[in-house]
């Protein structure tokens, strides 16, 4: 969403805030404080699902199921008695202590995330580090990580190490896309999660992702450099700076697919009452549904939004928005739009106040480049339609 006048917005690098985790106690099983040396028994309770079970006894939702027989892991009731195999390797204590690190924050970064790169949780680094519920944090604020591991390399190749993540399912979320974002296969999280063929996952289903790419090295730069102009306007050093910033982060976490981005901006453009029409269009026209498209004048993501238009967007819908989150770059983006032809006076000037501003196209009119755009996305239009 780029606004080719004077009175474009400084560009601001984001300050994100947590969207969620779900630390799970883990209870060892086991008389010696060792690990579990024979199988124990577990009396399901109101609630508990297979891989919650599982997660707390440090064993697998594979093994608890073939150990029961059972055909669906997904059907378990209340009072039924489970065999939780042996072979755990949970102790029942630490045998070490983890020493406490510190972390600067960076663009585009998260409590949650950096939890996850460090081996802890959000409810202890917002503990240590006095935050509030929000759990929000600013570039630059060092934090401190109780019980993490200490990252010293500083390279542009992340190194990576596979371990098993747990993650919450969220709306419009799929397999495909929770695989896709944590480095591993669709086939893995179902044999781990006993979900069919099908894949079907609910809203709030915790899920065990084995194999999730945890990064433990810092990548200094993107593999694709923003360029500091585009069609003939060159950007200051800081908002192009921000630019390669949260490129770098986006290349680094990874995105969904292309045809994944485009079913989620017609699927959200329907569930806030905007022509998904419309809202593919601006999409494809804007960055080919490519989520990791940044900007010289850092629009971010799928619907190339700039942070303080963002934050127009924050107070649209009345929560923070994460520029850098798929789902929430596309909310950001649909509700942008919805607001914009809401208030133009006709279609083509809410499209040209998306690239252009509306203050801008009410002041100044339409530039020429501001017109080109309005008739792709309106022959694009035709296509999404």
């Known amino acids: 969403m780029t606004q080719p006048t004077a009175s474009r917005p400084d560009a601001r690098r984001l300050v994100t805030t947590s969207t969620g985790a779900i630390a799970l106690a883990a209870i060892a099983v086991t008389a010696s404080g060792t690990g579990a040396h024979a199988d124990e028994r577990y009396t ?77 949780t959000v409810a202890k680094v917002v503990a240590k580090n006095h935050l509030d519920s929000r759990a929000l944090i600013r570039i630059g604020q060092v934090l401190t990580i109780s019980g993490g591991s200490s990252t010293t390399t500083k390279t542009a190749t992340a190194h990576t190490t596979a371990r098993t993540a747990t993650y919450t399912v969220r709306s419009g979320d799929t397999v495909s896309g929770i695989a896709h974002r944590h480095g591993t296969t669709i086939s893995a999280i179902a044999k781990a999660n006993g979900l069919d063929s099908r894949a079907l996952i609910r809203i709030g289903q915790v899920l065990e992702v084995p194999g999730a790419a945890t990064t433990t090295t810092k990548a200094s730069t993107p593999s694709t450099k923003v360029p500091s102009s585009f069609l003939g306007r060159t950007y200051s050093e800081a908002v192009v700076g921000a630019a390669n910033t949260n490129k770098a982060t986006l290349e680094r976490v990874g995105v969904p697919s292309r045809a994944e981005m485009q079913r989620t901006v017609a699927r959200t453009a329907r569930a806030m009452g905007l022509d998904p029409a419309l809202a593919q269009a601006i999409a494809f026209q804007e960055s080919g549904f490519d989520h990791t498209s940044v900007s010289p004048a850092n629009a971010i993501g799928t619907m190339q939004v700039i942070p303080s238009s963002g934050q127009w967007a924050s107070d649209l819908v009345g929560r923070h928005l994460n520029l850098l989150d798929p789902d929430d770059n596309v909310t950001a983006g649909v509700a942008i739009l919805r607001s914009l032809v809401r208030t133009s006076p006709d279609l083509p000037r809410a499209i040209a106040g998306y690239y252009q501003g509306a203050t801008s196209v009410k002041k100044y009119g339409m530039f020429a480049d501001t017109r080109r755009y309005v008739a792709n996305v309106q022959t694009l239009m035709t296509r999404f339609g």
């Open 44 to 120: 399901v309770r109101s609630g508990d699902t297979v891989s919650h079970i599982a997660a707390r006894t440090g064993t697998t939702v594979t093994s608890i199921a073939r150990a029961n027989s059972l055909a669906d892991a997904s059907r378990i009731h209340a009072g039924q008695v489970l065999t939780i195999p042996s072979g755990s390797t949970r102790t029942a204590t630490a045998s070490s202590t983890k020493p406490k690190v510190t972390h600067t924050v960076r663009a585009g970064e998260t409590v949650s995330a950096i939890a996850h790169r460090y081996g802890t």
